[in-house]
């Protein structure tokens, strides 16, 4: 089991930032891919961003590239997604999420699920 916890959402200006962590407990964080998803109300969760268990190999969705960065330490068992130049499209929950082998952007591959964190963008 691995057990993700996001933190750092809240309400924010377009144009603003907000740093989101996740932190990871349980399994070897490091064996682990994590992944960004994101699901504003009545839209489907969909990836933002991805990140190998190495780090060596990312991935982003058009709509943030650019604006967001995903990073992670495997020391501190955290994943972080800094979001800069915020619309108001970028109004959703964001969660977190850990898979093996690779990347994937559907959902359901991804084995464990943080509780989400809120992310409002006023304009």
């Known amino acids: 089991q691995v057990q993700l916890v996001e933190s750092g959402g809240g309400l924010v200006q377009a144009g603003g930032s907000l740093r989101l962590s996740c932190a990871a407990s349980g399994r070897t964080f490091s064996n682990y891919d994590m992944g960004w998803f994101r699901q504003a109300p009545g839209k489907e969760r969909s990836l933002v961003t991805y990140?190998?268990?190495?780090?060596?190999?990312?991935y982003y969705a058009d709509s943030v590239k650019g604006r967001f960065t995903i990073s992670r330490d495997n020391a501190k068992n955290t994943v972080y997604l800094q979001m800069n130049s915020l619309k108001s499209e970028d109004t959703a929950v964001y969660y977190c999420?850990?898979?093996?082998?690779?990347?994937?952007?559907?959902?359901?591959?991804?084995?464990?699920w943080g509780q989400g964190t809120r992310v409002t963008v006023s304009s």
């Open positions: 990140i190998s268990a190495s780090g060596g190999v990312t």
């Open positions: 999420a850990a898979k093996r082998l690779g990347y994937d952007s559907y959902p359901g591959q991804y084995d464990y």
